[in-house]
Protein backbone atom coordinates (compact mmCIF):
# COMPACT_ATOMS: atom_id res chain seq x y z
CA UNK A 1 0.00 0.00 0.00
CA UNK A 2 0.70 3.76 0.12
CA UNK A 3 0.59 6.27 2.41
CA UNK A 4 -1.53 9.74 2.17
CA UNK A 5 -1.41 12.39 4.08
CA UNK A 6 -3.85 15.71 3.96
CA UNK A 7 -3.65 19.35 5.57
CA UNK A 8 -5.16 20.52 7.48
CA UNK A 9 -6.87 17.58 9.09
CA UNK A 10 -10.08 20.07 10.33
CA UNK A 11 -10.77 23.31 9.88
CA UNK A 12 -13.78 25.97 10.86
CA UNK A 13 -14.67 28.29 7.79
CA UNK A 14 -17.10 31.38 7.75
CA UNK A 15 -19.69 31.38 5.22
CA UNK A 16 -18.61 32.40 1.86
CA UNK A 17 -14.77 32.22 2.18
CA UNK A 18 -13.04 29.15 0.20
CA UNK A 19 -10.74 26.63 1.63
CA UNK A 20 -7.98 24.41 -0.49
CA UNK A 21 -7.55 21.41 1.13
CA UNK A 22 -3.90 19.23 0.28
CA UNK A 23 -3.57 15.42 -0.45
CA UNK A 24 -0.15 13.85 -1.18
CA UNK A 25 0.79 10.63 -2.03
CA UNK A 26 4.42 8.76 -0.89
CA UNK A 27 4.41 6.79 -4.52
CA UNK A 28 3.49 8.28 -7.39
CA UNK A 29 0.23 7.46 -8.66
CA UNK A 30 -1.86 7.95 -12.15
CA UNK A 31 -5.64 8.75 -10.98
CA UNK A 32 -6.43 10.48 -7.31
CA UNK A 33 -9.88 10.65 -6.04
CA UNK A 34 -11.55 13.31 -3.96
CA UNK A 35 -14.42 12.04 -1.53
CA UNK A 36 -16.88 13.59 0.28
CA UNK A 37 -19.02 11.91 3.57
CA UNK A 38 -20.97 14.51 5.20
CA UNK A 39 -22.48 13.72 8.72
CA UNK A 40 -24.65 10.31 8.87
CA UNK A 41 -23.95 9.66 4.97
CA UNK A 42 -21.62 7.47 2.68
CA UNK A 43 -18.64 8.49 0.95
CA UNK A 44 -19.31 10.64 -2.20
CA UNK A 45 -17.22 10.64 -4.86
CA UNK A 46 -16.44 14.60 -6.34
CA UNK A 47 -14.26 14.23 -8.77
CA UNK A 48 -10.93 11.95 -10.29
CA UNK A 49 -8.12 14.02 -10.95
CA UNK A 50 -5.84 12.64 -13.43
CA UNK A 51 -2.12 14.12 -13.60
CA UNK A 52 -1.87 16.01 -17.01
CA UNK A 53 -5.48 16.51 -17.62
CA UNK A 54 -8.86 18.32 -16.37
CA UNK A 55 -10.60 16.06 -13.63
CA UNK A 56 -13.51 14.43 -14.26
CA UNK A 57 -16.79 15.58 -12.02
CA UNK A 58 -19.37 13.34 -10.96
CA UNK A 59 -22.82 14.24 -11.51
CA UNK A 60 -23.91 17.23 -8.82
CA UNK A 61 -20.25 18.45 -8.74
CA UNK A 62 -19.03 21.28 -10.67
CA UNK A 63 -16.10 22.54 -11.24
CA UNK A 64 -16.78 26.10 -10.24
CA UNK A 65 -17.40 25.06 -7.16
CA UNK A 66 -15.00 22.43 -6.32
CA UNK A 67 -11.85 23.15 -8.58
CA UNK A 68 -9.02 20.34 -8.48
CA UNK A 69 -5.45 20.70 -9.36
CA UNK A 70 -3.34 17.70 -10.07
CA UNK A 71 0.23 18.88 -10.99
CA UNK A 72 2.09 16.02 -10.48
CA UNK A 73 1.59 11.82 -10.11
CA UNK A 74 2.16 12.84 -5.90
CA UNK A 75 -0.09 15.28 -5.20
CA UNK A 76 -3.51 17.37 -5.71
CA UNK A 77 -5.98 20.09 -3.89
CA UNK A 78 -9.63 20.44 -3.82
CA UNK A 79 -10.85 23.76 -3.45
CA UNK A 80 -14.54 24.01 -1.50
CA UNK A 81 -15.14 27.44 -3.13
CA UNK A 82 -17.78 30.09 -1.78
CA UNK A 83 -18.73 27.98 1.22
CA UNK A 84 -22.00 27.27 3.10
CA UNK A 85 -22.83 24.96 6.02
CA UNK A 86 -23.99 22.48 3.71
CA UNK A 87 -20.51 21.81 2.67
CA UNK A 88 -20.00 21.23 5.98
CA UNK A 89 -18.03 17.40 5.62
CA UNK A 90 -15.23 14.99 5.61
CA UNK A 91 -13.62 14.99 3.12
CA UNK A 92 -11.17 12.43 2.03
CA UNK A 93 -8.47 12.20 -1.05
CA UNK A 94 -8.00 8.13 -2.14
CA UNK A 95 -6.04 6.55 -4.82
CA UNK A 96 -4.48 3.26 -5.81
CA UNK A 97 -1.24 1.23 -6.49
CA UNK A 98 -0.85 -0.21 -9.99
CA UNK A 99 -2.97 -3.73 -10.56
CA UNK A 100 -5.07 -2.89 -7.40
CA UNK A 101 -7.56 -0.34 -8.74
CA UNK A 102 -10.57 -1.39 -6.56
CA UNK A 103 -8.09 -1.12 -3.36
CA UNK A 104 -8.15 2.21 -2.89
CA UNK A 105 -6.55 3.66 -0.09
CA UNK A 106 -7.48 6.66 1.57
CA UNK A 107 -5.91 9.42 3.36
CA UNK A 108 -7.17 10.51 6.92
CA UNK A 109 -9.54 12.87 5.83
CA UNK A 110 -10.14 16.88 6.79
CA UNK A 111 -13.14 17.57 8.66
CA UNK A 112 -14.68 21.47 7.66
CA UNK A 113 -17.54 23.03 9.37
CA UNK A 114 -18.69 26.16 8.04
CA UNK A 115 -20.11 28.93 10.43
CA UNK B 1 -31.63 6.01 -5.55
CA UNK B 2 -29.17 3.63 -3.16
CA UNK B 3 -27.14 1.18 -5.06
CA UNK B 4 -25.34 -0.29 -2.30
CA UNK B 5 -27.51 -0.57 1.32
CA UNK B 6 -26.40 -1.58 4.29
CA UNK B 7 -29.74 -1.83 6.21
CA UNK B 8 -28.49 -1.91 9.85
CA UNK B 9 -26.89 1.34 10.91
CA UNK B 10 -25.06 -0.24 14.05
CA UNK B 11 -24.67 -3.63 15.40
CA UNK B 12 -22.99 -5.12 18.71
CA UNK B 13 -21.80 -8.51 19.97
CA UNK B 14 -19.82 -10.13 22.46
CA UNK B 15 -15.81 -10.59 22.58
CA UNK B 16 -15.24 -13.65 20.58
CA UNK B 17 -18.42 -14.28 18.62
CA UNK B 18 -19.40 -14.18 15.40
CA UNK B 19 -20.16 -10.38 13.64
CA UNK B 20 -21.98 -11.15 10.46
CA UNK B 21 -22.58 -7.55 8.38
CA UNK B 22 -24.58 -7.46 5.69
CA UNK B 23 -24.81 -5.69 2.28
CA UNK B 24 -27.53 -5.59 -0.97
CA UNK B 25 -26.89 -4.06 -4.06
CA UNK B 26 -29.04 -3.44 -6.86
CA UNK B 27 -27.04 -3.10 -10.03
CA UNK B 28 -26.09 -6.52 -11.37
CA UNK B 29 -23.78 -5.26 -13.36
CA UNK B 30 -21.39 -4.47 -10.50
CA UNK B 31 -18.52 -6.81 -10.81
CA UNK B 32 -16.07 -6.56 -7.75
CA UNK B 33 -17.34 -5.70 -3.97
CA UNK B 34 -15.31 -4.55 -1.11
CA UNK B 35 -15.28 -4.30 2.32
CA UNK B 36 -13.70 -1.12 4.17
CA UNK B 37 -12.88 -0.79 7.96
CA UNK B 38 -13.01 2.98 9.23
CA UNK B 39 -12.16 4.56 12.61
CA UNK B 40 -12.78 7.84 13.84
CA UNK B 41 -10.51 10.31 12.59
CA UNK B 42 -9.31 8.09 10.22
CA UNK B 43 -9.53 7.35 6.62
CA UNK B 44 -11.24 4.15 5.73
CA UNK B 45 -8.81 1.03 5.03
CA UNK B 46 -9.16 -1.64 2.79
CA UNK B 47 -10.33 -5.11 4.29
CA UNK B 48 -11.23 -7.80 2.14
CA UNK B 49 -12.91 -7.89 -1.41
CA UNK B 50 -14.43 -10.56 -3.66
CA UNK B 51 -14.66 -10.77 -7.38
CA UNK B 52 -18.45 -11.60 -8.97
CA UNK B 53 -16.97 -14.51 -10.23
CA UNK B 54 -16.45 -15.94 -6.35
CA UNK B 55 -18.54 -16.70 -3.68
CA UNK B 56 -16.65 -16.98 -0.93
CA UNK B 57 -13.30 -15.20 0.02
CA UNK B 58 -11.52 -15.80 3.52
CA UNK B 59 -8.67 -13.75 4.94
CA UNK B 60 -7.67 -14.99 8.22
CA UNK B 61 -10.56 -13.62 10.46
CA UNK B 62 -12.69 -12.09 7.82
CA UNK B 63 -14.86 -13.97 5.32
CA UNK B 64 -16.57 -12.29 2.91
CA UNK B 65 -19.83 -14.24 0.83
CA UNK B 66 -21.52 -13.37 -2.54
CA UNK B 67 -25.25 -14.53 -3.12
CA UNK B 68 -25.59 -12.94 -6.64
CA UNK B 69 -28.71 -14.44 -7.34
CA UNK B 70 -29.73 -12.20 -3.81
CA UNK B 71 -27.60 -9.28 -4.84
CA UNK B 72 -26.92 -10.04 -1.21
CA UNK B 73 -23.00 -9.81 0.30
CA UNK B 74 -21.99 -10.32 3.74
CA UNK B 75 -19.15 -10.08 5.66
CA UNK B 76 -18.02 -12.59 8.68
CA UNK B 77 -15.60 -11.99 11.11
CA UNK B 78 -14.90 -14.95 13.60
CA UNK B 79 -13.86 -14.37 16.86
CA UNK B 80 -14.21 -10.86 16.88
CA UNK B 81 -12.49 -8.67 19.11
CA UNK B 82 -12.33 -5.60 20.61
CA UNK B 83 -10.11 -3.97 18.38
CA UNK B 84 -12.58 -4.60 15.31
CA UNK B 85 -14.75 -1.89 16.84
CA UNK B 86 -15.13 0.63 13.61
CA UNK B 87 -17.44 1.32 10.47
CA UNK B 88 -17.62 -0.82 7.88
CA UNK B 89 -18.65 0.06 4.64
CA UNK B 90 -19.77 -2.48 1.69
CA UNK B 91 -18.76 -0.96 -1.64
CA UNK B 92 -19.29 -2.16 -5.33
CA UNK B 93 -17.39 -1.64 -8.34
CA UNK B 94 -18.69 -1.76 -12.41
CA UNK B 95 -15.63 -0.76 -14.33
CA UNK B 96 -13.69 2.57 -12.93
CA UNK B 97 -16.98 3.55 -10.35
CA UNK B 98 -16.96 2.77 -6.90
CA UNK B 99 -20.31 3.04 -4.85
CA UNK B 100 -20.29 3.22 -0.97
CA UNK B 101 -22.79 2.20 1.15
CA UNK B 102 -23.72 4.06 4.08
CA UNK B 103 -21.80 1.97 6.67
CA UNK B 104 -22.34 -0.09 9.53
CA UNK B 105 -21.30 0.77 13.11
CA UNK B 106 -19.66 -2.26 14.78
CA UNK B 107 -19.06 -2.32 18.41
CA UNK B 108 -17.31 -5.61 19.64
CA UNK B 109 -18.16 -6.01 23.85
CA UNK B 110 -15.33 -6.97 26.04
Known amino acids: SAVISQKPSRDICQRGTSLTIQCQVDSQVTMMFWYRQQPGQSLTLIAT?????????ESGFVIDKFPISRPNLTFSTLTVSNMSPEDSSIYLCSSYLAGGYNEQFFGPGTRLTVL | DQQVKQNSPSLSVQEGRISILNCDYTNSMFDYFLWYKKYPAEGPTFLIS?????DKNEDGRFTVFLNKSAKHLSLHIVPSQPGDSAVYFC?????????FGPGTSLSVIP
Open chain 2, 50 to 54: ISSIK
Open chain 1, 49 to 57: ANQGSEATY
Open chain 2, 91 to 99: AASEGDKVI
